[in-house]
């Protein structure tokens, strides 16, 4: 079956302790984007990449790292969590543009930062 | 630079009624506009896409979209609601050369009432 795997699906941590979130997609998909969303604001976009080795910034990058060595995974680093970043967090992929392709989500991983 | 207003946070119908979720848009360049849909615990799904071609797009579940350049607007309708239709809505615009950098209104949470 198609689909982006997140994990874990739920998370909380206290301030400062680093973590990472998993991405996989199975599908080869050259587009791997993460996004935050929070109520009211949507979904806003922290990182994107194009292919393997190419990462460029979204909207809100600051506090995040993310990498992509292989086409299948883009992990979400967070280096010291502060509370400010608990939220729900979409990683999404894609084979080609949104216009000819649409976005593949998975199913989120809530974060919690204490 | 590209944005998205959706009215109303919160929108609640009955069973059967006409759902009508507005959506703004501005945008310097001819825009690509999508809308999203996210059940419960789950990550989003393309419900329909505007790309220059017909102005009214029909998409999954029974539901369409006009786009009206005078109005700027992409208001997403589906003339009889069902139980199955309560989940949140996201509209969303891309430009032309945006490749897949979409941004997302602040989404709409459809309740639908017996």
């Known amino acids: 079956e198609a689909q982006v795997t997140q994990n874990p699906r739920y998370l909380i941590t206290v301030t400062g302790k680093k973590l990472t979130v998993t991405c996989s997609q199975n599908m080869n998909h050259e587009y791997m984007s993460w996004y935050r969303q929070d109520p009211g604001l949507g979904l806003r976009q922290i990182y994107y990449?194009?292919?393997?080795?190419?990462?460029d910034k979204g909207d809100v990058p600051e506090g995040y790292k993310v990498s992509r060595k292989e086409k299948r995974n883009f992990p979400l680093i967070l280096e010291s969590p502060s509370p400010n970043q608990t939220s729900l967090y979409f990683c999404a992929s894609s084979t080609g543009t949104a216009v000819n392709s649409p976005l593949h989500f998975g199913n989120g991983t809530r974060l919690t930062v204490t | 630079a590209q944005s998205v207003t959706q009215l109303g946070s919160h929108v609640s119908v009955s069973e059967g009624a006409l759902v009508l979720l507005r959506c703004n848009y501005s945008s310097s360049v001819p825009p690509y506009l999508f809308w999203y849909v996210q059940y419960p615990n789950q990550g989003l799904q393309l419900l329909l896409k505007?790309?220059?071609?017909?102005?009214l797009v029909k998409g999954i579940n029974g539901f369409e979209a006009e786009f009206k350049k005078s109005e700027t607007s992409f208001h997403l309708t589906k003339p009889s609601a069902h139980m199955s239709d309560a989940a949140e809505y996201f509209c969303?615009?891309?430009?032309?050369?945006?490749?897949?950098?979409?941004?997302f209104g602040g989404g709409t949470r459809l309740m639908v009432k017996p």
């Open positions: 505007y790309t220059s071609a017909a102005t």
């Open positions: 969303a615009v891309s430009g032309p050369n945006a490749g897949n950098m979409l941004t």
């Open positions: 990449s194009m292919n393997v080795e190419v990462t």
